[in-house]
């Protein structure tokens, strides 16, 4: 049985023990009222006819008509006035046709209660001109027989009611509660190997629901970081890796064809030694991006401060272009520093960040790069911006494909590996890495990380 079904079923029950619980209660509390009621009536009628037949005998015409006006007459009413002065309550139980406990009850506490089936009896002690009588009316309860019957068949109908309703609210309310699940289940069909780029919309109200596909969503940006790393690892490493290696082999090759001098040893050597380093360069590079695949439970994080990160990333690249202009501009920075602390890998983030500024260093031929720093509620912000060369527009949805380079990067070094790098380095971080850049007029790079709360 599936969750839905069991919700409307507990809804059901557990509300449908609610209502008979109520109604049983309304039910014999009623009863048993109509009890005492109909006592009550029983004992009214008998003081009335101790009063009329023992008391005002010549006024007994008119008292009776006044009586059968104003008292409604009962089913099988039957009254019985019984002078018990000198009689043993035996003698007096079975002369009346009463249980002697009856009579015993009525002598001690001057009135008494009891019935037989469905016909109930109430009885008085009245005592007048120097006799004792027992005055006993009996009568069928028409409240048990009527009243009681229709109150419990309008329950039964009430219930039967309930239950089509209850059942009703219950399916309604369930559909209602699992329709955000359902539909997240039929979003989580339709993401493949094809298409991972997919992610679940984060519900606003529902917090618990929230949770969830955050998780989910989280959870599909490591599988799809590592499935793409591992799709384009193989093909990738074995491309980039075979033209070096083919160049060391030619080279081998030629240079044994024939007995060679030594300056042409020494030439075929180093060129088979830069191809080497060329391969060994790659291969570190490709390890590299491999052991970053988004899995953060390897990696150690710390508080990370991004204003002093941003400095030792300038002052990276600065060794390495030491004609690089970069302007930091730090105006936007919070007034407590709290804010700029960043939950992360040191190392790895400086990576990043060196990343991008060394790229935008090389791209734009050293000219001026400029790197703003702003906090919002929620995240650390880095615009890096530089005025290089740009890329085109039509390659930009392989910027992050491993070795991709761009048509117009052929006049500078590079191995297309910088940028993957830094985007898993982001996303491990639970962070954003956007890239908007235009032919010829520069490229601005975003680095949004969350901040350490």
């Not at 074995?238 to 020494?266: C, F, M």
């Not at 790659?282 to 150690?300: D, P, R, S, Y």
């Not at 494909?401 to 898993?424: E, K, V």
């Amino acid at each position: 049985m599936n969750t839905r079904n069991k919700i409307i079923l507990s809804l059901t029950a557990l509300t449908l023990g609610y209502i008979l619980i109520f109604s049983g209660f309304i039910y014999f509390s009623i009863e048993n009222y109509s009890y005492i009621d109909f006592y009550k009536r029983l004992e009214i009628r008998a003081i009335t006819a101790a009063k009329i037949e023992l008391e005002h005998q010549q006024d007994s015409d008119v008292l009776r008509e006044i009586r059968q006006e104003f008292l409604e007459k009962l089913p099988n009413e039957k009254i019985n006035i019984a002078d018990i002065s000198g009689v043993n309550t035996q003698a007096k139980a079975k002369k009346l046709g009463v249980p002697v406990y009856f009579i015993e009850e009525v002598l001690r506490n001057g009135k008494g209660f009891y019935n037989k089936q469905n016909t109930y009896f109430s009885g008085i002690r009245y005592q007048t001109h120097g006799k004792d009588y027992l005055v006993t009316v009996s009568a069928q309860n028409y409240y048990s027989t009527h009243h009681n019957a229709y109150l419990k068949n309008l329950l039964i109908i009430a219930l039967l009611i309930s239950i089509l309703i209850i059942a009703s609210f219950a399916y309604l309310f369930s559909k209602l509660i699992f329709r955000p699940v359902q539909n997240i289940i039929e979003k989580m069909r339709e993401i493949s190997t094809e298409n991972m780029h997919l992610r679940l919309e984060v519900p606003k109200n529902n917090e618990e629901l929230r949770s969830l596909t955050l998780t989910f969503n989280d959870m599909l940006n490591r599988l799809e970081t590592s499935f793409e790393t591992q799709k384009n690892f193989i093909s990738n490493a074995s491309h980039e890796l075979n033209t070096p290696l083919t160049s060391i082999i030619g080279e081998a090759d030629v240079t044994l064809a024939k007995e060679r001098n030594t300056e042409e040893y020494k030439n075929a050597l180093g060129n088979i030694l830069e191809d080497a380093e060329r391969l060994s360069k790659k291969t570190e590079a490709l390890l590299l991006l491999a052991h970053t695949g988004f899995n953060g439970k390897v990696q150690k994080f710390e508080l990370v401060r991004i204003d002093q990160l941003i400095m030792d990333a300038e002052q990276t690249v600065q060794k390495i272009y030491p004609n690089c202009q970069i302007h930091i501009d730090f105006e936007l920075l919070p007034e407590t520093s709290d804010k700029l602390n960043v939950s992360g890998n040191k190392e790895l983030l400086l990576l990043a960040v060196s990343n991008i500024l060394l790229n935008a260093c090389k791209y734009s031929d050293n000219q001026e790069v400029k790197v703003a720093l702003g906090v919002s509620n929620d995240h650390v912000v880095i615009i890096i911006k530089d005025q290089g060369i740009g890329i085109p527009e039509q390659e930009m949805p392989y910027i992050y494909d491993p070795f991709f380079r761009a048509s117009n990067t052929g006049n500078y070094h590079g191995y297309g590996i910088g940028l993957p790098l830094t985007r898993n380095v982001i996303q491990m971080h639970k962070g954003v890495l956007s890239v908007f850049s235009k032919e010829n007029e520069g490229t601005t790079v975003e680095i949004k990380l969350p901040v350490n709360q």
